[in-house]
């Protein structure tokens, strides 16, 4: 998938002087259903985390607290998001080479994913990242 396809969407803020509330719907507010939640917080400064890619994952990135970065490639281009409002997601589409770095102190980073965790779908190897996104290209043009 192009890298074209991943994007930020805005989710809906229901604002209240009590506090904020967002929600998010699996199929409504982002392409796919989710089966999975999990999120990274106490990351030291400093720190990188992904580095790798998913055959068929599909899935959504939050900026639930703090700041933060995904750089996405698709082994062709690559874009930088800065993730800083609750109420903005990133959908990050499968096969793209995602890393998170430039965490804000005490940032937490929620991600919904389309499917439980499988090792047998990541791509760790960034070479055979490249070479299985080549083909891919190849077999679209
Ligand atoms: P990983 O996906 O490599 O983290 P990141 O991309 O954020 O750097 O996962 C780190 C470890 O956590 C790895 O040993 C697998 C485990 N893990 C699970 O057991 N279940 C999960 O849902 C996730 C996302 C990771």
Not at 9 to 33: A, Q, S
């Amino acid at each position: 998938m192009p890298l074209n396809d991943c994007r930020i969407i805005e989710l809906p803020k229901i604002t209240d002087p009590r506090g904020n509330l967002t929600f998010v719907e699996g199929g409504n507010h982002v392409p796919f259903d989710f089966r999975r939640a999990y999120y990274l917080y106490d990351v030291p400064g400093g720190s990188d985390r992904g580095a790798h890619a998913h055959r068929n994952l599909h899935q959504f990135v939050i900026a639930m607290s703090g700041s933060f970065d995904v750089v996405l490639d698709d082994g062709h281009d690559r874009r930088r998001f800065h993730m800083n409002r609750s109420y903005y997601g990133l959908y990050v589409c499968p096969m793209m080479w995602r890393t998170l770095d430039n965490f804000s102190s005490g940032a937490v980073c929620l991600v919904l994913a389309s499917e439980h965790y499988d090792p047998a779908d990541y791509i760790r190897d960034h070479d055979e990242f490249l070479r299985l996104a080549g083909q891919r290209r190849q077999a679209v043009e």
